[in-house]
């Protein structure tokens, strides 16, 4: 029966003992405040204050309210403290996937980055999004996706973040390990171990085989980066990989990178969200977080010393990438 607005006026002409000092503490005219106040007791049908000349005092009934009067503003301001709180704190949830697995390796650094400014936002990786992130987005499965291939869709905004370098690996000893750059038919002989993706989709036979017109003598699917790493460094077989996943092993000397033919082959990752509604804060901080920390792009230490050892440079030629 009562408003909120009916609650702050007992408690403020209780509190002032005066009709015109609690106006002016509500920013109300006397007039005003005296209607309001009969509009009270009106709806409760009794009187709230005894009239003593200037003086208002509470009835029984003004006592009882008041005690209630406080009890509820004392709580509603509580409520809203903890609220304006908690919007600053940015609480929620983001909900991430990546449109290739060894990027969840690249991912835990960053976010200890993104937690020192964001400490309760729970990020939660939505790894079966990985085959098809931008249907994953759109559905509202997830708030974020990372991706390498190009997006084109008004409903989505979409952030460059950076590169990174696909190389063919091999075991040192392998007959192309000495090469700077292995060129489309170098690998028709070979023994090729990729993710278990369609072949339209691979790059490698996207953007250099199929182009090419070559067919390598034998390709086996496997999905963990370590295993393919494993069989590789065993002369199993070769593999194209990024070149920032496997630059341990590199350094290390397990196993050798040399570019995808002579110009190289780059992929350019992107950040990915709903154009609406507008991304909260924290989302936006995290793709800031990425796109200023990016995936590390150059060839180890190990890598320059080998093309340096082994390459030839031609009277009036430069090296050749690798």
């Keep these: 029966m009562l408003e909120l607005r009916h609650l702050q006026l007992v408690k403020a002409v209780a509190e002032e003992g005066s009709v015109t000092r609690a106006g002016l503490r ?7 405040l005296s209607h309001q ?7 409760l049908g009794t009187p709230l204050f005894d009239r003593i000349g200037k003086r208002m005092l509470l009835t029984p009934a003004g006592q009882r309210l008041l005690l209630s009067a406080r009890a509820v503003l004392e709580e509603l301001a509580r409520a809203e403290r903890e609220i304006r709180e908690d919007a600053g704190r940015a609480k929620g949830v983001l909900r991430l996937t990546t449109q290739c697995n060894t990027v969840y390796h690249w991912l835990p650094s960053r976010l200890q980055l993104f937690h020192r400014k964001y400490p309760e936002v729970d990020l939660q990786v939505v790894a079966g999004a990985t085959d098809d992130p931008v249907r994953s987005l759109l559905s509202g499965e997830i708030d974020l996706a990372i991706v390498h291939r190009p997006v084109r869709d008004a409903r989505l905004r979409v952030r ?23 060129a489309p038919s170098d690998l028709a002989p070979e023994h ?9 989709a691979n790059l490698v036979f996207r953007e250099v085989l199929i182009p090419a017109g070559v067919a390598p003598a034998r ?8 295993a393919i790493v494993e069989m590789v460094k065993a002369g199993l077989g070769l593999s194209v990989l990024a070149r920032w996943s496997v630059a341990p092993q590199i350094e290390r000397g397990e196993i050798v990178a040399s570019a995808l033919t002579s110009a190289g082959r780059y992929r350019q990752w992107s950040a990915a ?13 995290f793709v800031d977080v990425l796109a200023r920390h990016p995936l590390p792009l150059g060839r180890t230490a190990r890598e320059r010393r080998r093309i ?15």
């Design 219 to 226: 390709v086996t699917h496997i999905q963990l980066t370590e």
């Design 37 to 43: 106040l009969r509009d009270a007791e009106d709806r």
């Design 160 to 182: 460059p973040l950076f590169r990174d370098e696909m190389v063919v690996v091999m075991n040192p000893g392998h007959r192309l390990a000495r090469r700077p750059f292995v």
């Design 273 to 285: 969200y709903r154009a609406k509604p507008p991304a909260p804060a924290y989302l936006l901080g």
């Design 192 to 200: 090729l171990i990729l993710y278990s993706i369609p072949r339209e």
């Design 308 to 322: 340096a050892e082994v390459v030839v440079r031609p009277a009036g030629e430069g090296l050749r990438p690798s």
């Design 26 to 32: 509500l920013n109300l005219t006397q007039s005003a």
